[in-house]
């Protein structure tokens, strides 16, 4: 019996098109939080830019309320308070910088590590289906098409 004539092609053919289908889904699931991510990763410089701006924006809000203060405060007192709030808010623009770029630096190590694993899974994923694919091969080629029936009862 050929393959035309064999009753059990279709059911096989069917069934390699759903593991081709699941691989495809599964592989379009690791590329898809590899690179979200990748996005999250990719925020970063605007985030602490926008927070940078958000510290920078503050600090001349500062500097406005002690220029409305100035006209009823000694002049020493003024400069003192400038030279107060200047300080601490060049000790935050630090810390603000070094916290992101330690972030970064580890956010990075860490996405090495995950581009290592999903490239392990996907190789794993890849040899999963292609024995699955072999394994339905081999009993399409073992079958001749012949039915069994299931039980006797007569």
């Known amino acids: 019996m050929n393959a035309d004539q064999n009753p059990l092609s279709s059911m096989f053919e069917m069934q390699r098109t759903y593991i081709e289908a699941s691989r495809q889904a599964v592989t379009q699931s690791i590329e898809f939080q590899k690179e979200a991510v990748e996005a999250v990763i990719e925020s970063f410089d605007p985030t602490a ?3 940078q701006d958000g510290v920078e924006m503050t600090r001349r809000a500062f500097h406005a309320a002690i220029d409305g203060m100035e006209p009823g405060l000694p002049a020493d007192t003024t ?5 107060a ?13 070094e916290t992101w770029e330690s972030l ?3 956010a990075e190590d860490t996405i090495e ?9 996907t190789e ?7 024995m699955m694919s072999q394994a339905m091969t081999d009993a399409e080629s073992m079958s001749d098409g012949t039915t069994v029936p299931l039980s006797t009862d007569e």
């Open 104 to 106: 970064e630096d580890t």
């Open 49 to 51: 830019s926008a927070q």
């Open 113 to 121: 590590g995950y581009d290592e694993l999903t490239e392990t899974q």
């Open 124 to 130: 794993m994923v890849d040899e999963m289906y292609e």
């Open 79 to 83: 400069e003192e308070l400038r030279s």
């Open 85 to 97: 709030v200047d300080d601490q808010y060049d000790a935050l623009v630090e810390v603000h910088g």
